[in-house]
Structure formats: structure tokens, C-alpha cells
């Protein structure tokens, strides 16, 4: 059967533009897949998307008029209940038959097949295949329900009565199959091939689309709009190049404000404006995110990154003029920079530590209390840290601050004094004007007014970079105080939903916490390897008040344990470990976390040995033999109760392997401690095949228990090998 392109389009009002991306592409991908599924297209079909602050548009490539008949069989009833004990047809078999535009005749024409244990009646027919006037509504309306759209509106159309709802209220449908309308109706709207170019700036009004395949073209040329989302994209990052260039500059680079400066235009035109160099006294985050978020320029940057004078502006006009385009635009901008300043400079006249009472009157949460509440936990927390540090160097557990610390840690005690003060003073530009406006720079304004307030860079730094990592990929805090900020900041956040019982659910998770728990993560996997995630989460959980979380209260703290280790199997499968390999080192419940990545290393050198595949089944063996066992098992067995050769056998090769094994686990080298573990598969396959486990002598029994309760310790120090068994 011939085919011919579709083109359908959709001209509505302005659209989001911060949607239109996801809109397009969504639009073209569930008409198409409607379409497949009608047999009026191939699944491999050639499928373009456009999509302009008016309009939503797909052209399909090889849509058929006519989708092909298709043979249909449906089931009847068993044949016992159709055809009487003469087979002829029941009073059930003729109504079901007339159900379906049959009558008698076609008894004959029944087919008698299998179905399980009876045999049942099939009747055989051609359904006629879907028309493209039929069915492109239908792929029209799925498409439009599927729109990735939380609100849509409501709206009536033309005749006064009838209401419709969508994005936004569509004016005009055009549906061409080749050059040939598509005689439908969707929205109140006759399909037909008139629809609108450029507002101002087309060259006819209306364009009238010749065929599917002219669209592109005709709407670049005759109606000065760029279609194609991808390829208006491409058109402003080349005259953002463009025009930056002449002066040895470069446009801030932002996908998400390029996607959005890409929806507000069809036809772009990038112009050059300038704003008074007095602004850049103002840090340049204020005024790259006032320009970025409140005007949709491009910031331009120097050779060195540093912010310039100059900026770029996405138009939507192209006048042989110019100049009052730029001038409005500067005049815009300029009272946004003038208050930025103003904000800066009102916000210096206070120091933040002045700001940190007023945290007290700053509401945080109703069961969790005020901010200044929080900066007292996360003071907490990051004494907690610091004394975690200095028990890794001494043997005596947990310590207090105070005297003992400074006189026996003087870095660390000055590690935790500033990390203390950072903590304080962490929440303080909540309450400046300059965040008060632009919520993304907290943190950011608070480094640079702790500079100005006469701190060091390492406290101001890690004001800034204790909100870090704030995204996947983003950069970690720069030093050891903002990384021990960072965690205690996260841990206070995690610490106390749980303990109040704000668990994420689904896909909602308000409070960010899978983000928080893969920054705590992050931070011990690349920071602070010597921290073990127990240890730091008992600790942390002491820094709340017991009528908050109680210390003792085993459960939030088993969750919140639970939550970080699933978010660590995600992130190990991600770097491109296998789901056995990160089973096998996740069942051991790694505390160390930097460690992880080695372990895993080790199992997957140790799964491509030959030997592996026969350990790993032994091993599971083992460990299910030790699980049934009565009562406790003992560590060690007698070589005295030995009876078979396979017994001493196993037993020898242990106490020749294990140590082996331990010293290279206790050094760090973890894959020659499990490739030592090669060494075990004769004489473990050896014991099973001749040993009875299970004897009826109790001592002999225990005996041979405590000998494979060696095995499996010495088998699973590094992972639980069991877990690579096919």
C-alpha cells in the first residue's frame, strides 16, 4: 500500500516556555506511537518533532491512508456448551454469534481448538483496517491527554456553550497526509493547511502549507519562524557565539536557560548590551542570576571566567535598527542591578553573627523547631565529627571537647573550632536582603560576607560549600571544614525527618532527602574516608533532644541506615558494577565507604577466576547448612575429632590460606586476600563429596559445623561470595 508524510500541527497561544522542550517531544512521540498502534505507521517511522511558543507540530514519515485488514479470532464458549449432543448450535452459541453481526450460516465456519483441558468454538473473521480520517483523532486526543502537563485550562470555544481543555487554547489545526487535508475535527477545529508565521514579522499571514514535507521551508520562509525546536536552538548558541566573539568573550553556558530563551522565540536575533562597569563591585552571582532569571539574558565572560560588562539578548524582532531594541533592554536591566547593589550594600552593614539570633524567630519545621534550633543540632553534629577524628588516632572511644582534645589534638581542636563557628554563622544570610530576593544564592552571599566581616577564607568557604554536593555531579566542599560542615548540615537534615517520621514516598520526596543521603555518600566516598557510617550516625543521632529523637530509639536510625546503603547500591551500579557484585559487597553492610569501590574490584578479579563459579556455590551451600544448624555453632573445630581424610584435608588448607587471606584483607589488598581463596576449591569440593555434615554422633556433628563456620568466615571477609552463585 502507498504511503505519504503527515504533518499535523497544533497553533495555540504562547505556550510555557519552560515546557515547550518536553512539550514537542512529547506531542510527536504519543502521536506516533498512536499511530503504530493503529497499523497506520511503521514502528521505525521517521517521526520530527516541532514545536514554537504557538505551536505543536509532528510530521510522521510513511503514514498509510488505510491501515491493512487484519484477521481476528475470538473465542466463543466451549464446544459443549455451543453444539448439543447432535452438534447442532445452542440458543447461547446463535446469540453470541449475533453479537457479532453473524447468523446461523456461520456455525459451519467455526473453528474447534485446544483450550487447556476442553475444546472450545473460535469464530475467524477479517477486521477492516482503521482509516487515517478515524483514526488520526484518536492518535490527536492520546497524544494531547499525554502532554507532560500538571495544570491545563479550561477554556470555550467559538459557539459559547461548549468547553475544552488544554495547555493552552488552540486557534488552528492543520492535518496534511502528503498534500491532502485530513478531514477531521479535534478541539472544535476543522483541520485544514492555513496557519500563522511570526507575529510582526511574516512574509504572508496566513501560510498556506502545500504538502507535509513543505512545512519547514515554508514556515522559515514564509512565515519567519524556526520550527523545529532542536534546530532554533542551535540557531541561538551560533549567534551567541557569534556575537561574542569580536570581543574575545563567552556567553555563560546554561542548557536550562538556553531551553527556556528557545521557547520564548521563533525567530532569534542575539543583540549585544552593556550595563555601568560600577555594578560588578557587586558579586557577580547577583547579577548573573538577576540577568539569567529575571531578564533571560547571557552574561558574557571574559578569557579568564570573570564576569564583564556586557550582555547578550535573545530577540524575538529583527529591525534594520537595533539600537532601540538594545537601549530597552539596558533600561531594563539596569534598575534589576541597581537593586542588587542596593540589597549588597544594605546587607554589609550587619555582620552575620549579629543575624543569628534573629534564626531563633525563623520557623524550620513545626516538630523540629526554628532554624536557630537547627544551627545548635548541626553545632552538635560537628562535635560529634571532630571527636570521631580524634578516636581514630586514640584508642579510648568517643571524646568530649574541651581541654583533653586541645592538649592531645591541637589541629583537630582548631578544625573544630572553626568548623564550629562556620556552623553558627551557616544559616546566618537567611536573613539578608540579598537572599531574601534570590533564595538560590544562600550560601554564596554568606562567604562573601563572612570575607567582609573579617573571617578566613576556610570558614567563608565553607559557609558557601556546605549546601555541596547540591545536585549529581556537582563539585564537593573545598576543605576538611566545609566537607565536616557539609555532612553535619545533611546528617541534621536526614536525622531529624526520620526521627519525626517525614520518610520520602513514591517520587515525592519534599525535603530532598534522597539528594542529602547521596551527598553524605559522596562525602565519605571521596572526602573523609576514615569515617565509618555507624559510628557517625550514633553519634549524630545524640546531638538531638530526646523529645525529638530518642537516642536509644533503635528504629529511625535503622531506617535512615537502610535509606543511605539503598541510595550506595544505586550509585555503585551506576559506575558500571554488576547487580552480583554489588549484592556481594552490599551484604556485608559496608561502614567505611571509600573502601566499597576496592571491595568491589576485588570480587569482580575474583569472579573470573575459574575456581569462582565452584566457591560461590559451595559458599551458599555453607551458609545454608550453618542457617539450619541447632542451636550455636562454634568458631573453631578440633582436629582431634577429625574422621575423614577430607576433614583434615579442608582443615590444613585453611590454616595455610586464612592467614594469607587475613593479612592481605588487614593490609588493604583486598583481591589478593579473595584470590586467595582459590587455593580452597579441591578440598572444599573434596569435604562435600565425603563428608556426611549432618552425623549421627553430636560431636562429630558440632565438629564438622564449626569447621565450615571457619570456612564461611574466611570465605566472606571481603564480600559474600555466596552472591555471585548462579
Not at 579510648?396 to 562556620?422: K, M, S, T, V
Not at 537516642?551 to 543511605?564: Q, T, V, W
Not at 549421627?696 to 565450615?708: E, G, H, V, Y
Request: aromatic share 6%; glycine share 6%; charged share 25%.
Amino acid at each position: 500500500m502507498s504511503t505519504q508524510n503527515l504533518l499535523v500541527e497544533l497553533f495555540v497561544e504562547e505556550l510555557p516556555p519552560k515546557a515547550l522542550k518536553k512539550l514537542g517531544e512529547s506531542f510527536a512521540a504519543s502521536l506516533a506511537e498512536s499511530l503504530v498502534a493503529q497499523g497506520l505507521a511503521d514502528a521505525d517511522a521517521v517521526v520530527t518533532s516541532f514545536a514554537t511558543p504557538r505551536r505543536l507540530g509532528v510530521r510522521v514519515d510513511g503514514v498509510l491512508a488505510r491501515a491493512a485488514d487484519k484477521p481476528v479470532s475470538t473465542k466463543l464458549m466451549p464446544v459443549s456448551v455451543g453444539l448439543d449432543a447432535d452438534g447442532k448450535p445452542t440458543p447461547a452459541l446463535l446469540k453470541r454469534l449475533a453479537a457479532l453481526g453473524a447468523d446461523e450460516s456461520a456455525v459451519s465456519q467455526l473453528r474447534c481448538a485446544a483450550d487447556g483441558k476442553n475444546e472450545a468454538l473460535f469464530h475467524d473473521s477479517i477486521a477492516p483496517g482503521t482509516t487515517l480520517t478515524d483514526g488520526l483523532p484518536r492518535a490527536l486526543e492520546a497524544a494531547m491527554a499525554k502532554l507532560p502537563i500538571p495544570k491545563v485550562m479550561t477554556y470555550q470555544l467559538a459557539d459559547g456553550w461548549t468547553t475544552v481543555n488544554f495547555v493552552r487554547p488552540v486557534h488552528g489545526l492543520v492535518a496534511l497526509h502528503g498534500a491532502d487535508i485530513v478531514p477531521m475535527s479535534v478541539l472544535g477545529l476543522q483541520a485544514g493547511r492555513n496557519t500563522q508565521g511570526h507575529r510582526f514579522e511574516a512574509r504572508v499571514n496566513p501560510v498556506v502549507i502545500t504538502s507535509a514535507d513543505s512545512y519547514a521551508a515554508q514556515m522559515k520562509d514564509d512565515g519567519a519562524v524556526i520550527a523545529s525546536f532542536a534546530e532554533r536552538r542551535a540557531e541561538i548558541v551560533r549567534q551567541l557565539q557569534a556575537a561574542a566573539a569580536p570581543s574575545g568573550l563567552k556567553p555563560i553556558e546554561d542548557d536550562a536557560l538556553l531551553d527556556e530563551v528557545t521557547g520564548l522565540v521563533e525567530r532569534p536575533n542575539v543583540l549585544v548590551g552593556k550595563f555601568e562597569e560600577a555594578f560588578l563591585e557587586v558579586p557577580s552571582e547577583c547579577l548573573i542570576l538577576t540577568m539569567k532569571a529575571n531578564q533571560k539574558y547571557f552574561p558574557l565572560l571574559d578569557a579568564a571566567g570573570k564576569l564583564t560588562n556586557q550582555f547578550l539578548i535573545v530577540s524575538n524582532i529583527s529591525p534594520d535598527d537595533a539600537s532601540a531594541v538594545i537601549q530597552g533592554n539596558e533600561r531594563v536591566v539596569r534598575p534589576r542591578l541597581a537593586d542588587a547593589k542596593f540589597f549588597f550594600d544594605q546587607d554589609r552593614k550587619k555582620t552575620l553573627e549579629t543575624r543569628v539570633m534573629g534564626l531563633a524567630k525563623v520557623v524550620y519545621h513545626n516538630k523540629l523547631g526554628t532554624q536557630g534550633d537547627r544551627v545548635d543540632r548541626v553545632k552538635n553534629i560537628v562535635s560529634a565529627i571532630s571527636s570521631l577524628f580524634a578516636a581514630q588516632e586514640r584508642e579510648y572511644g568517643f571524646i568530649p571537647q574541651g581541654p583533653e582534645l586541645e592538649a592531645n589534638h591541637p589541629q583537630l581542636h582548631r578544625l573544630w573550632q572553626d568548623a564550629q563557628l562556620a556552623a553558627l554563622l551557616a544559616k546566618a544570610d537567611l536573613l539578608t536582603d540579598m537572599v531574601g530576593e534570590f533564595p538560590e544564592l544562600q550560601g554564596v552571599m554568606g562567604r562573601y560576607y563572612a570575607q567582609h566581616d573579617g573571617l578566613s577564607d576556610g570558614i567563608a568557604f565553607a559557609i558557601e560549600d556546605h549546601y555541596k554536593p547540591r545536585f549529581s555531579g556537582d563539585e564537593l566542599p573545598r576543605n576538611r571544614i566545609g566537607v565536616v560542615l557539609s555532612l553535619a548540615d545533611k546528617l541534621e537534615t536526614l536525622i531529624g525527618m526520620f526521627s519525626i517520621g517525614q520518610l520520602p514516598t513514591g517520587d515525592k520526596d519534599p525535603y530532598a532527602l534522597r539528594r542529602h543521603a547521596l551527598g553524605v555518600i559522596r562525602l565519605l566516598l571521596e572526602k573523609e574516608p576514615t569515617l565509618a557510617l555507624d559510628k557517625l550516625l550514633d553519634h549524630s543521632f545524640l546531638a538531638f533532644d530526646a523529645s525529638i529523637s530518642n537516642p536509644g530509639n533503635p528504629e529511625a536510625k535503622r531506617e535512615l541506615m537502610e535509606f543511605i546503603l539503598d541510595r550506595l547500591t544505586g550509585v555503585l551500579r551506576e559506575m558500571g558494577y554488576s547487580a552480583s557484585e554489588v549484592a556481594a559487597v552490599m551484604a556485608l553492610n559496608p561502614q567505611y565507604l571509600a573502601k566499597v569501590p576496592h571491595l568491589l574490584n576485588a570480587v569482580n578479579a575474583f569472579a573470573a577466576l575459574s575456581e569462582a563459579p565452584a566457591l560461590a556455590a559451595a559458599n551458599k551451600r555453607v551458609g545454608n547448612i550453618l542457617k539450619k544448624a541447632e542451636g550455636e555453632v562454634g568458631a573453631a573445630a578440633d582436629p582431634a575429632r577429625f574422621v575423614e581424610a577430607a576433614e583434615t584435608a579442608l582443615f590444613a588448607a585453611l590454616s595455610e590460606i586464612a592467614p594469607k587471606a587475613d593479612a592481605a584483607f588487614a593490609a588493604g589488598d583486598y583481591t589478593t586476600s579473595l584470590q586467595a581463596l582459590a587455593a580452597l576449591r579441591e578440598p572444599v569440593d573434596a569435604f562435600f563429596d565425603n563428608v556426611m555434615v549432618n552425623a549421627d554422633d553430636p560431636a562429630l556433628k558440632a565438629n564438622r559445623l564449626a569447621l565450615l563456620n571457619q570456612l564461611h568466615q574466611t570465605m566472606n571477609r571481603v564480600a559474600d561470595i555466596s552472591r555471585l552463585a548462579a
